[in-house]
């Protein structure tokens, strides 16, 4: 039974280079959350899909970041330019309905240097 | 003010002890309330729902108490492989989307 996918499960890279982390979610589930974690501010939620639909994406710090949802089995987060302050451990959720419990993926650990 | 905040800890407890811990929440908005467990390195997993009247899972208590704005874990008997971080969130949104987290307080549980 396999649960959220993401990749890679890590990334290191230099600063101003486009960074891709990408997420299969849990067949069925119609709900796609990116969360961003780090020390200091904890895990935040980033942008929220519905049916490939982004609904609120007021947690996406500013215009380097993007995502996309173009069908229901696959959604990117893209940081473009990357920079040091963007590393953090970034993790994809999804849920079946509502009610239902997010579940998480095992995240990306990100390195920008 | 963040909207979850709870103690960070640590928490370092001999085998068998029995912790607490304790979150407050700023929106009186949020709808459910949740304890997730999150392992060194690994992604968070729902631990428990929280209910008014409180609820039991094992060795794991949970409350919540809505006038105070407060929600608790109680870990009884606490295990070796109870160690980990325990995150209190929220949940709150048009379609009960939203989870709010706190920053998590690390409990180690030692021999």
């Known amino acids: 039974d396999a649960g959220v996918i993401q990749s890679p499960r890590h990334e290191v890279t230099e600063m101003g280079q486009e960074v891709t982390l990408r997420c299969k979610p849990i067949?069925?589930?119609?709900?796609l959350f990116w969360y961003r974690q780090t020390m200091m501010r904890g895990l935040e939620l980033l942008i929220y899909f519905n049916n490939n639909v982004p609904i609120d994406d007021s947690g996406m710090p500013e215009d380097r970041f993007s995502a996309k949802m173009p069908n229901a089995s696959f959604s990117t987060l893209k940081i473009q330019p990357s920079e040091p302050r963007d590393s953090a451990v970034y993790f994809c959720?999804?849920?079946?309905?509502?009610?239902?419990?997010?579940?998480f993926g095992d995240g990306t650990r990100l390195s920008i240097l | 003010r963040k909207e979850v905040e709870q103690d960070p800890g640590p928490f370092n407890v001999p085998e068998g002890a029995t912790v607490a811990f304790n979150c407050t929440y700023s929106n009186s908005a949020s709808q459910s309330f949740f304890w997730y467990r999150q392992d060194c390195r690994k992604e968070p997993k729902l631990l428990m729902s929280v209910y008014s009247s409180g609820n039991e899972d094992g060795r794991f208590t949970a409350q919540l108490n809505r006038a105070s704005q407060y929600i608790s874990l109680l870990i009884r008997d606490s295990k070796l492989s109870d160690s980990a971080t325990y995150l209190c969130v929220g949940l709150s949104g048009g379609s009960n989307y939203k989870l709010t987290f706190g920053k998590g307080t690390l409990l180690t549980v030692n021999p």
């Open positions: 067949s069925g589930h119609n709900s």
């Open positions: 959720a999804t849920r079946a309905g509502s009610n239902q419990p997010q579940h």
